[in-house]
């Protein structure tokens, strides 16, 4: 093995240095994922700095229900996760039990990551319990899945140091991503269904552009539709990284783990992200000529709708679109009485 604990520290041209125990080509792979796990954790600490105004008004100007104890939850937990990560590649501590501790973490921290997703696609489905079941199945498979990162590394002493590196590299840990994978991809459809299929008519613009891009949906559920794609973008190249260095054979043993800390990290941020940008939106209420626009939740679907005589008896509601006012059949009773999205995270 290279990473042997019988050279000679005397033959070594600086045996203070844990990496000089290591042949170059591995001190230098050594080297490049210390570099991005400690960039990783300095990604994280900087978007908790600077999130923190926002992070307070959650506390003290929303409720706090159980999707909000679930994302402080998620975001401390990753930030946990990352410093672990960083001790385990810098400090001289028991690296077997280092090591283990730190993918025992990795569980709670990619699990809350997913179900604040599952929150998402709940209150948009308004509750269903068919779409909340399905979806709740999904996450506890993810929750399974990143069981087994527990089993898939192994931490050891470089040389006659107390530094740490990983052995013993088992494939079956990239279940975690692939479910994950899995998991993201129907919520992204299920959500883009939601927002597309019950969208107020597109004045006969193309329905492609129209389906892809969201552009002439109302704004809130436009701005739904593109942090579910930033999300989901940022998500499947980073699960796809970690994947492409689990399976490609040739790919050095701590390559294949290279991307797993930085995938966990950037999830989680953009996942964080779509929580507060919709937990803080605020309803868009603009009045014109005695119509009053503003963003609530239908029986069926939470979308834009207006109400033509406010207050009146005979009131109706309906989607403003550059084709026209198109009424609908929701009364405005209807629409009052529900809440809005974001009172539902």
Known sequence: ???SSDIDPSQLPNPFTPLAFLPPELAYQTAVTTYIVVGTLGVLVWDVLTHLGADYKLLTRYRINIPTIFYFLSRWCTLLYS??????ETSPVDCAVFSKATCVLYHPTVSTTALLFFFRVRALYNGNRYITAVF????????GASLTVIWTLEGTHIGNTNYCTYVGFRPYGSASNIAIAVFDTCVFVAIS???LANAPPAGGRSGSRFG?????????????LEDGQQYYLVAMVCNLLVLIMTFVHGIPLIYRTIFLVPSVGLTNIMACRVFRNTKLGHRT???TDGISTMFRHTKNFTTPVFNIHPGGAGSTTGY???????PSSLSH??????????EKL
Do not use: C, K, Q
């Open 320 to 326: 403003i679109t550059e084709s026209g006012i198109h």
């Open 285 to 287: 209420e603009v009045d």
């Open 193 to 195: 269904w939601r927002l």
């Open 212 to 224: 892809l891009f969201g552009r002439y949906l109302p704004r809130f559920s436009r701005a739904l």
């Open 1 to 3: 093995m290279a990473n």
């Open 136 to 143: 709740f199945v999904m996450w506890l498979a993810v929750l």
């Open 333 to 342: 009773t209807d629409v009052e009485s529900r809440e809005n999205f974001p």
């Open 83 to 88: 410093v672990m990560s960083v001790v385990f």
